[in-house]
């Protein structure tokens, strides 16, 4: 069936689900960063919640209290049908689960402005200030660092060109950020040149 699951209608993948969760799972494993149709995701969400033991969020926040937040196991089954999490959910996940999965859930195509957002302020909560952030924290990111607007995006010690090109290859920037990465670009091109000794 494989790829071919993407293109059943609603009913028919309720019904895959039910029968063969493990094939609409494998076949979600496969499709990781495509974008497969909505109806597929939430398919896929679906059986995997249905399929796994929900404990209340681990995260003591007021506001996480009964909120069903993702385990480590979701969010690698799932795939790409992370981006059916909502934005609470996301926020309240546990600070280990967010730390061994970050760079996975960078790489969900799906996630829309409010997920984003909330997995900043997860990385936030769990990284502390983007200031005393580290280059591996600022790649693991992904499309994360997306919902970072212009003055945070200031904040991150944009110092190795291999960070900025990272963060470059997003293509969803808006025109402030974007032209904040060509001036960091700049400017960490010129500081790398000089400490080769290319330019004195």
């Known amino acids: 069936m494989g790829p ?5 209608s609603g009913d028919e993948l309720s019904s895959v ?12 494993s496969e499709m990781a960063g495509t974008s497969p149709p909505q109806e ?22 007021p506001g996480c209290l009964g909120v069903g937040a993702p385990s480590s196991d979701d969010i690698f089954r799932l795939a790409e049908a992370n981006a059916c999490w909502a934005p609470e959910a996301l926020l309240c996940m546990g600070e280990d689960v967010f730390l061994r999965n970050v760079e996975l859930l960078g790489a969900v195509r799906g996630f829309g402005p409010p997920q984003l957002t909330a997995l900043k302020e ?8 983007p200031s005393h952030w580290r280059e591996h924290h ?17 904040q ?11 963060l470059s290859q997003q293509t969803e920037w808006t025109p402030g ?24």
């Open 138 to 154: 600022i790649l693991s990111l992904g499309r994360i660092a997306l919902a970072f607007n212009e003055r945070e995006l200031g």
């Open 122 to 129: 997860k990385a936030v909560q769990v990284w502390d200030a």
């Open 156 to 166: 991150l010690g944009l110092s190795a060109i291999d960070t900025v090109a990272s």
């Open 177 to 200: 950020q974007h032209l904040h990465h060509l001036r960091v670009q700049a400017r960490t091109n010129v500081c790398e040149l000089f400490n080769l000794g290319i330019v004195s």
């Open 4 to 8: 071919f699951l993407a293109l059943f």
């Open 40 to 61: 597929f995701l939430w398919a896929v969400f679906e059986s995997v919640r249905n399929g796994s033991e929900r404990g209340p969020s681990a995260d003591p926040s």
């Open 17 to 28: 689900a039910t029968k063969f969760p493990d094939i609409l799972q494998q076949t979600a």
